[in-house]
């Protein structure tokens, strides 16, 4: 940088910025991966390829895109409902969207096992009128998944939907469009991007969960073990290197979906002139 | 087509914005509904489109009552400040998107579709536009895309709510010019809002101006400006000299050579341009002082100060043409004689 920038300070920031992402996020990283270089590949490969942690893998992963799914069906509800509408103790619904993000994981997962465990009032309710069991099955992580990720969700779209230019509607209608059309041709396009983010989001956040889940999944292997909680169950037997091993492969894998999600949405955005 | 409007009121809150508007406009006509701003222009405009309903009166359009027809249903064309242009599509489709969405049986075939949006894509001379994101426009242009998308309906009338509000003073001119030419050629209907009287004035057929949510006069742009029906009126279209009776003008007026004898009213109302002034060469009563003077263009506005009994002073306007001026060689602070040719009267 010999030239001298418009936007004074380039130096220092960008100093900050590598030593805060050194020290919080990449030597971490990293450690994980010098760590996991203790083992051969094929223990490696041993240790992945094991039953148990596949199953894990296919419970950790399905639940949190079904949840994701599902959170960003209703979050972008619930935020079209918060901004679009005005209502009697709209402020407290508001600020009710936020508690996931306040509380405490255990507590969370400890409450949604009570209500729902076969005893409990609507895991009672459930089994009994529908036949359905959610604690201790995978419907119950996605139940736990679902609570946790719908404030990402939420808080993501509202912004854009709040910055949504009505006028746009109106002349879509002036144009002879329906209701419908203008939703699914004027509106959902331009909150698309963002509800794609906060999708991004709940899934991430779904596949790293660890606190809500293990109360109300029951942890059954090859049921509804979670990648976390295996990782957990190793570091509690000593053995460090499998749990390292899933890590880092719970991290690629992470990565990757990550890296896909946001080249869906840069494809997105391209698409519609948003870049 | 040709709209009728009866008993329009809307109330916001406690706050008539519009009282019982009754309002006539003929097919074809281009028509400003002029006032300043929180008049209930706007706000008439959405009634008329059905973007707004009214609390009462009803909205005819060619004959037809609209009055319970939702926007999508009214055959309206409307242009809005900002273009409201759909971000998200192309320029192209943004003017074909009025086509797309008609149901199946009404929808024209893609060839159609396509000719049709070049078509109105030259009538605005932008189809070299066409790939384009609304975003890599200018203001103008996005403007014309606007209007060009409100035509590809065909509707009946053609609404246009501050059209060049949003523009600057360049493109503004060129587009009323541009707005005018292609009424003209396209003889729709057309209503636009302006809080710029020089906007009504130059582009419109008809002006409606009004005022705290009722119609304060509605004719041509040279009745509207020669024959103000009231106070209002005369104020707010084009520059105007107010002389009230009740404060001592009565003498100073009538050697200024306004007989005030005969007087039609207590507030007389004088344009600039209906002023003379000549250097003084004697003491006439009438005399006031050059202050300073305005280059408009051809005009010169020239600034008056005149002393009143009660020792106050008061700023009169008159305007000539340039060489007019110039040839008067007066100077600041000259003594100026000054003939008042023309007055409206009002009480």
Known sequence: MAKSSIMPGFRPAIGFTLVYLSLVVLIPLSTLVFKSFQLSWDDYVNIITSKRVLHSFRVSFVTSLVAAFVAGFFGFIVAWVLVRYSFFGKRFFHALIDFPFALPTAVAGIVLATIFQPSGFLGKLLSETFGIQVAFKPLGIVMALIFISIPFVVRTVEPVLLEFETTMEEAALSLGATRLQVFTKIIFPNVFPALLTGFALAFARGVGEYGSVIFIAGNIPYVSEIVPLLIVTKLEQFDFEGATAIALTMLVVSFLLLLVINMLQYWVRKRSGQL | ?347
């Open chain 2, 1 to 347: 087509m040709s709209i009728l409007l009866s008993n329009i009121s809307k109330k916001f809150g406690t706050f008539a914005a519009l009282d019982q508007i009754n309002l006539e406009i003929p097919e074809g006509e281009l028509v400003a509904l002029l006032g300043p701003s929180g008049c209930g222009k706007t706000t008439l405009l959405r009634i008329i489109a059905g973007l707004e309903s009214a609390d009462e009166g009803r909205v005819l359009i060619s004959g037809q009552d609209k009055t319970d027809h939702d926007v999508s249903q009214r055959g309206i064309g409307f242009v809005f400040q900002h273009y409201a242009l759909f971000r998200h599509m192309t320029v192209f489709e943004n003017v074909a998107f009025g086509l797309r969405v008609k149901s199946r049986r009404e929808r024209p075939s893609e060839a159609i579709i396509r000719k049709k949006v070049h078509d109105l894509l030259n009538l605005v001379q932008l189809d070299w536009l066409h790939d384009r994101y609304p975003d890599q426009l200018s203001g103008g242009q996005r403007q014309r895309i606007a209007l060009a998308r409100a035509l590809a309906v065909e509707p009946s009338v053609l609404l246009l709510d501050e059209p060049f509000g949003a523009l600057d003073a360049g493109v503004r001119k060129d587009l009323r010019q541009w707005l005018r030419n292609l009424h003209h050629d396209l003889n729709v209907t057309s209503i636009f809002v302006t809080h710029d009287q020089e906007e009504a004035m130059e582009v419109a057929s008809q002006v409606v101006v009004l005022n705290h949510g009722h119609i304060e006069q509605q004719g041509t742009p040279s009745d509207i400006y020669d024959h103000p029906s009231n106070e209002f009126v005369s104020k707010f279209i084009g520059q105007t000299n107010v002389f009230n009776l009740e404060e001592h003008d009565a003498d100073w007026l009538q050697t200024a050579g306004l007989p005030t004898t005969h007087q039609k009213g207590r507030v007389a109302h004088v344009r600039p341009h209906d002023i003379v002034i000549a250097k003084s060469t004697d003491d006439n009563d009438a005399f006031v002082i050059l202050k300073d003077w305005q280059h408009l263009g051809s005009l010169i506005r020239i600034e008056l100060v005149k002393s009143s009994v009660n020792g106050q002073s008061a700023s009169v306007y008159a305007e000539m043409p340039n060489d007019q001026f110039r040839r008067l060689q007066l100077n600041k602070g000259d003594k100026v004689d000054l003939r008042i040719r023309h007055a409206h009267w009002f009480h």
